[in-house]
T-cell receptor, first 113, second 115 residues
Framework: KNQVEQSPQSLIILEGKNCTLQ??????????LRWYKQDTGRGPVSLTI?????NTKSNGRYTATLDADTKQSSLHITASQLSDSASYIC????????????FGAGTRLAVHP | EAGVTQSPTHLIKTRGQQVTLRCSPI?????VYWYQQALGLGLQFLLW???????NRGNFPPRFSGRQFPNYSSELNVNALELEDSALYLC??????????????FGPGTRLTVL
């Protein structure tokens, strides 16, 4: 069964600290993996897109890693800011025929001053 | 460049009614996706349209339907509304089917409340 599981479900950190969010998937065949940031009540915004051959990709203070062998991805946030408070969604694209997007349930991050 | 737009922003309906939500993709984008996001839950894929045709459908009943127009805008129709249909409905567009590197751009969503 094609699934995307994210952990933790929610996370509270202090401003300035680092954190790492996890995404494990069982999607096959794999095309690519994306991380989105969704502020409350707004549409998700793409942070990174990673293909099978990419291990690490950065977007400012956000760094995503991908281990296609173990089917795990992580999103590391460095020097967190209050504006990082949001839901972070991992999406895996399944290839073959018409591509299909499989969404994780998201990790809700709260950054406190 | 204008982003994905959706209308209306908010909507209140009663059980049994029908609703139509609208989405205009980014200019040049041919693929439009619809998602449902119930309060506290993740995004659930509803429908994907590309070049005017339905390409894929999520695990939703037939009362959820839609279409894509020649100008690539799209409508999502929900018949016989139920209380559990209350959610944020998000539309996204991409330049081509969400393939190797095409990014989906999301609209602000339509908040539907069913009483």
């Amino acid at each position: 069964k094609n699934q995307v599981e994210q952990s933790p479900q929610s996370l509270i950190i202090l401003e300035g600290k680092n954190c790492t969010l996890q995404c494990n998937y069982t999607v096959s065949p794999f095309s690519n993996l994306r991380w989105y940031k969704q502020d409350t009540g707004r549409g998700p915004v793409s942070l990174t897109i990673m293909t099978f051959s990419e291990n690490t990709k950065s977007n400012g203070r956000y760094t995503a890693t991908l281990d296609a062998d173990t089917k795990q991805s992580s999103l590391h946030i460095t020097a967190s800011q209050l504006s990082d408070s949001a839901s972070y969604i991992c999406v895996v694209i399944r290839s073959g025929g018409y591509n299909k997007l499989i969404f994780g349930a998201g990790t809700r991050l709260a950054v406190h001053p | 460049e204008a982003g994905v737009t959706q209308s209306p922003t908010h909507l209140i309906k009663t059980r049994g009614q029908q609703v139509t939500l609208r989405c205009s993709p980014i200019s040049g984008h041919t693929s439009v996706y619809w998602y449902q996001q119930a309060l506290g839950l993740g995004l659930q894929f509803l429908l994907w349209y590309d070049e005017g045709e339905e390409r894929n459908r999520g695990n939703f009943p037939p009362r959820f339907s839609g279409r894509q127009f020649p100008n690539y805008s799209s409508e999502l129709n929900v018949n016989a509304l139920e209380l559990e249909d209350s959610a944020l409905y998000l539309c996204a567009s991409s330049l081509a089917p969400a393939g190797l590197t095409d990014t989906q751009y999301f609209g602000p969503g339509t908040r539907l409340t069913v009483l």
